[in-house]
């Protein structure tokens, strides 16, 4: 429904965020998602997106998830959507389950459970994945808190590392310019959706020239 709206490529996006993925992340740490299972939901949506012209198939696939004042499109993706929840509901079970004792209860529950279907362990196998990406040795020095934030930085890294697709952010680097004026009108958000991804196509050097 939203991607058959008229609204211009950042409003759809944005409504994306706020109307479509909330309704997948009120079952976050309730149902026993599958990581595939989560990746497809996020396969589905980059299909969909290409069939209504809102991505070009050849474009960068990360640059759909990092944040529009960065260069991208500001997609939220439903991965790290988990991921965050996972992480945000392990860190209240551990910061306040000695006020409460309904909590402490549920994470006597968590701590019996498998560790497949355990929050907790999911929790820090979460984090223990994003600090061998960010380089870290010790996957509890960093506290959870600061792991969230990293979650948004894992597309924007893996963009940047892409032989093809990396030259554009990468020569933006090596500039002395202004990166929020460079990306204004991607932040401003006023072009139609289909026009947006060719020009973000054409920046990641995914369309075909004679050159």
């Given at each position: 429904?939203?991607?058959?709206?008229?609204?211009?490529?950042?409003n759809k996006?944005?409504?994306?965020?706020?109307?479509?993925?909330?309704?997948?992340?009120y079952s976050f740490g309730i149902i026993n998602w599958r990581i595939e299972e989560i990746k497809q939901i996020d396969r589905k949506t980059r299909?969909?997106?290409?069939?209504?012209?809102?991505?070009?198939?050849?474009?960068?696939?990360d640059r759909l998830y990092v944040k529009r004042k960065e260069g991208g499109r500001g997609l939220v993706q439903v991965e790290?959507?988990?991921?965050?929840?996972?992480?945000?509901?392990?860190?209240y079970l551990n910061t306040k389950y000695k006020e409460d004792q309904f909590v402490n209860i549920v994470?006597?529950?968590?701590?019996?459970?498998?560790?497949?279907?355990?929050?907790?362990?999911?929790?820090?196998n979460i984090i223990e994945e994003l600090n061998q990406l960010?380089?870290?040795?010790?996957?509890?020095?960093?506290?959870?808190?600061?792991?969230k934030g990293r979650l948004g930085e894992v597309s924007k890294k893996k963009w940047k590392n892409k032989v093809m697709h990396r030259?554009?952010?990468?020569?933006?680097?090596?500039?002395?310019?202004?990166?929020?004026?460079?990306f204004l009108w991607l932040s401003k958000g006023d072009l139609?959706?289909?026009?947006?991804?060719?020009?973000?196509?054409?920046?990641?050097?995914?369309?075909?020239?004679?050159?």
């Open positions: 429904m939203i991607l058959k709206s008229e609204l211009n490529a950042r996006i944005t409504a994306i965020g706020a109307l479509a993925v909330p309704v997948l992340r299909k969909m997106l290409t069939m209504y012209k809102m991505h070009c198939p050849k474009a960068d696939i790290a959507a988990y991921k965050a929840e996972i992480i945000n509901i392990a860190e994470k006597v529950h968590e701590s019996t459970q498998p560790n497949m279907n355990s929050i907790l362990e999911s929790a820090a960010n380089g870290m040795n010790d996957a509890k020095q960093d506290g959870m808190q600061h792991t030259q554009y952010i990468r020569n933006m680097d090596r500039q002395l310019i202004s990166e929020e004026d460079t139609k959706a289909k026009t947006e991804s060719e020009i973000v196509a054409a920046q990641d050097q995914a369309l075909n020239t004679k050159y």
